[in-house]
């Protein structure tokens, strides 16, 4: 079940769906498209949702500003720091209001500065009910979680159970 929906019997159009409404998706190389704005890289999930060009423009420029950056709207990959790109990252997984965010090491690429940015919107996106998966290597961003699941090989090797998400 995702959010209330079975899944396990969707087929493939079906799911395909799922993920773009309900999951947002955060890469540790970031995946922004080079010649695109970061409005236009946000507004991709929007277009394979068949959301209207205003309505996308409107969406994507409301997630620029909850991760801070609706004033580098118009620039492209290449013009922001590390930093900046993955907030335009994990602006375009939020696009969509998903309820699952999966984050495959989103502060791998960035110094600790920046880590430390990521790290605070994540736990301000959990404060308004937005579930985080996050993989991390990383003792020190992982405890910032309520749960922490190590693994080893594949297999759960130990949980940590935290009261509430550091911010």
């Known amino acids: 079940y995702l959010n ?15 993920r773009n409404r309900e999951i947002g998706f955060v890469f540790q190389t970031f995946n922004l498209l080079p010649r695109a704005t970061a409005l236009q890289n946000v507004e991709l999930p929007l277009i394979y949702g068949g959301v209207s060009s205003r309505e996308r423009r409107e969406r994507a420029a409301e997630a620029l500003r909850a991760v801070g950056l609706i004033d580098r709207a118009s620039h492209r990959p290449n013009e922001l720091s590390g930093g900046q790109r993955q907030r335009v990252a994990i602006a375009r997984a939020l696009v969509n209001r998903p309820s699952l ?67």
């Open 4 to 18: 209330g929906q079975l899944v396990s019997n969707l087929d493939d159009d079906e799911l395909a769906l799922i």
């Open 101 to 167: 965010i999966l984050a495959d090491e989103p502060t791998g690429n960035l110094d600790s500065t920046h880590g430390e940015e990521v790290m605070s919107l994540m736990g301000q996106l959990h404060e308004t009910g937005t579930t985080i998966v996050m993989v991390t290597h990383s003792q020190a961003y992982a405890d910032y979680s309520q749960r922490i699941i190590y693994l080893f090989d594949g297999q759960i090797v130990s949980e940590n159970i935290q009261k509430k998400f550091k911010l």
